[in-house]
C-alpha cells in the first residue's frame, strides 16, 4: 500500500517568505508527528496530531511555525517569515496510534537564501 | 531531560566485516528503544527495536540488547554487506509522563561498505 508522502520535496524560499509543507499520511493512522532534521543532526520533534487534534506542540521553535490536520488527515507545516536557521529537511511520520510504529515520509528540503 | 548520544561517523568497512555502533541514553523511567536506518534517498525505516530491559531487539541481521545498568543499546552486525550502507539513528521513546511516543533521536552515524 501507499506509505507517507510529502510535497514538495525539495523547497527554496527567500527569506521572509512564507512556505507550506504538506504530508499525507497512510490512511487510517491516528497520529502523526512532524520532525525538523538539520544537517548532520537527528531529527527533532516538532508537533503531535492526534486525528484533528493538536496535543502537543512543544517543539516548534518560534511562533513563525504552524501546523494543522483539519479533518484527521493530511497536515500542512507552515513557516511565515522564514529565517536561513529554518533550513532543514522536514520529516512527517504517521502511526496507527500512540507508541505504534512510526512510518517516515521522504521528507522535504527546504533551504532558505 | 531525555537524549541519545551515538558514536560519530563515518565510520567504513569491508564486506564482511563486524559491525558495532554504539548508543547510550539519558531517560527518565523505562523508555523504548530503537535503531532506524535510512539508506540514500529514501525515508527513515524502523531496523529493530526493544522495549524492556534485556529485551534483544533483531532484524536483517543486526542485533541490539537494552541494557539498563550501562543505558546502552549498542547495533551489531556479524558480517556487514556493501547494500548496509547508510546511515543509522538511535532512538528512544518515552513510555509515560503525558508523552504520546515522539522519538528522541541520536546524531545518526554514516557506514560506509566497501566491496
Known amino acids: 500500500g501507499a506509505g507517507v508522502s510529502q510535497s514538495p520535496r525539495y523547497k527554496v524560499a527567500k527569506r521572509g517568505q512564507d512556505v507550506a509543507l504538506r504530508c499525507d499520511p497512510i490512511?487510517?493512522?491516528?497520529?502523526l508527528f512532524w520532525y525538523q532534521q538539520a544537517l548532520g543532526q537527528g531529527p527533532e520533534f516538532l508537533t503531535y496530531?492526534?486525528?484533528?487534534?493538536?496535543?502537543?506542540k512543544s517543539g516548534l521553535p518560534s511562533d513563525r511555525f504552524f501546523a494543522e490536520r483539519p479533518e484527521g488527515s493530511v497536515s500542512t507545516l507552515k513557516i511565515q517569515r522564514t529565517q536561513q536557521e529554518d533550513s532543514a529537511v522536514y520529516l512527517c511520520?504517521?502511526?496507527?496510534?500512540?507508541?505504534?510504529?512510526?512510518?517516515f515520509g521522504p521528507g522535504t528540503r527546504l533551504t532558505v537564501t | 531531560g531525555n537524549s541519545v548520544t551515538q558514536m560519530e561517523g563515518p565510520v567504513t568497512l569491508s564486506e564482511e566485516a563486524f559491525l558495532t555502533i554504539n548508543c547510550t541514553y539519558t531517560a527518565t523511567g523505562y523508555p523504548s528503544l530503537f535503531w532506524y536506518v535510512q539508506y540514500p534517498g529514501e525515508g527513515l525505516q524502523l531496523l529493530l527495536k526493544?522495549?524492556?530491559?534485556?529485551d534483544k531487539g533483531s532484524n536483517k541481521g543486526f542485533e541490539a540488547t537494552y541494557r539498563k545498568e550501562t543505558t546502552s543499546f549498542h547495533l551489531e552486525k556479524g558480517s556487514v554487506q556493501v547494500s548496509d550502507s547508510a546511515v543509522y539513528f538511535c532512538?528512544?521513546?518515552?513510555?509515560?509522563?503525558?508523552?504520546?511516543?515522539?522519538?528522541?533521536f541520536g546524531k545518526g552515524t554514516k557506514l560506509s561498505v566497501k566491496p
Open positions: 490512511s487510517g493512522h491516528v497520529s
Open positions: 526493544a522495549t524492556k530491559a534485556d
Open positions: 496530531f492526534q486525528n484533528e487534534a493538536q496535543l502537543d
Open positions: 532512538a528512544l521513546t518515552q513510555t509515560y509522563g503525558g508523552s504520546q511516543g515522539n522519538l528522541i
Open positions: 511520520a504517521s502511526s496507527l496510534g500512540d507508541f505504534r510504529e512510526q512510518y
